[in-house]
């Protein structure tokens, strides 16, 4: 065990699985760091989305600005059916918009997307009612059934500012664990960041990111429990 409640995979794996379950068990919302390539992020995020084999599958959104639609839909493509009862998109524009149209007919190909045009008050709303419609589909959500990420807080804070963002991304969390979620958000910025640190209360955990010869390493830090991984890799949660 290294200092400040680290941990490798083999010393103390059973004390990370635990922590990991509980998450699980109560809902829970991650903050996931680092500036790493848009591929890497999507394949952490798909991972964090679940199992495609799980049974019954996961209820899946994914909250992407415009440029990282593609990315989005690869990760729900990934995780799951995608079917309207299983996942969804929800971004914004124009373009956006007709591929949304497009994509009705075909709803077991394209996931349905939801375009949002106006104010973070508008977002806030599809989101509640995503979370919503999922909860009827299911009879109910089950712990850790819904899964959302969600890419845009880079975006808001510009958009929005720091205020704003952090009374946003509060209120989602909360949703999202009223429905026993696993939720992360997106934050490409150092650990030890300014912004990194004014987030952090909102979430059980952070997940930080990292490129270590090729590869995209992880590093947990549980904010209730003084126990932090050593830098494992994807996959090795």
Same mark, same amino acid.
Not at 183 to 199: I, K, N, T
């Given at each position: 065990?290294?200092? !400040?409640?680290?941990?490798? %995979? @083999?010393?103390?794996? &059973?004390?990370?699985?635990?922590?990991?379950?509980?998450?699980?068990?109560?809902?829970?919302?991650?903050? &996931?760091?680092?500036?790493?390539?848009?591929?890497? *992020?999507?394949?952490?995020?798909?991972?964090?989305?679940? @199992?495609?084999?799980?049974?019954?599958?996961?209820?899946?959104?994914?909250?992407? %600005?415009? %440029?990282?639609r593609s990315s989005a839909? #690869? $990760?729900? #493509?990934?995780?799951?059916?995608?079917?309207?009862? =299983?996942?969804?998109?929800?971004? $914004? !524009?124009?373009?956006? $918009?007709?591929?949304?149209?497009?994509? #009705?007919?075909?709803?077991?190909?394209?996931?349905?997307?939801?375009?949002?045009?106006g104010s973070i008050r508008?977002?806030?709303?599809? &989101?509640?009612?995503?979370?919503?419609?999922?909860?009827?589909?299911?009879?109910?959500?089950?712990?850790?059934?819904?899964?959302?990420?969600?890419?845009?807080?880079?975006?808001?804070?510009?958009? =929005?500012? +720091?205020?704003?963002? *952090?009374? *946003?991304?509060? &209120?989602?969390?909360?949703?999202?664990?009223?429905?026993? !979620?696993?939720?992360?958000? #997106?934050?490409?910025?150092?650990?030890?960041?300014?912004?990194? $640190?004014? *987030?952090?209360?909102?979430?059980?955990?952070?997940?930080?990111?990292?490129?270590?010869?090729?590869?995209?390493?992880?590093?947990?830090?549980? +904010?209730?429990?003084?126990?932090?991984?050593?830098?494992?890799?994807?996959?090795?949660?």
């Amino acid at each position: 065990m290294v200092a !400040g409640g680290g941990m490798g %995979p @083999d010393d103390d794996g &059973v004390s990370f699985a635990h922590a990991l379950a509980t998450l699980k068990e109560q809902g829970s919302a991650l903050l &996931v760091v680092g500036s790493v390539p848009e591929e890497m *992020f999507a394949d952490a995020s798909a991972t964090m989305l679940g @199992d495609p084999s799980a049974d019954p599958p996961r209820r899946r959104l994914v909250v992407a %600005p415009e %440029p990282n639609r593609s990315s989005a839909i #690869r $990760r729900l #493509r990934e995780t799951g059916p995608l079917s309207s009862e =299983y996942a969804r998109l929800v971004t $914004r !524009g124009e373009e956006a $918009r007709s591929a949304a149209a497009a994509s #009705r007919p075909l709803d077991q190909i394209t996931p349905r997307t939801h375009v949002i045009d106006g104010s973070i008050r508008d977002l806030g709303t599809t &989101v509640a009612e995503v979370i919503e419609e999922f909860d009827l589909f299911a009879g109910g959500l089950d712990a850790a059934e819904f899964r959302m990420a969600f890419d845009c807080l880079p975006t808001m804070l510009s958009a =929005y500012g +720091r205020e704003t963002a *952090f009374r *946003f991304v509060h &209120v989602m969390v909360a949703q999202a664990r009223a429905v026993s !979620g696993l939720v992360h958000f #997106r934050l490409p910025r150092d650990m030890d960041s300014e912004l990194v $640190r004014l *987030f952090q209360p909102l979430f059980d955990a952070t997940v930080e990111l990292r490129i270590d010869g090729g590869e995209l390493n992880q590093r947990w830090h549980f +904010r209730d429990r003084d126990l932090t991984s050593d830098w494992l890799p994807l996959g090795g949660t």
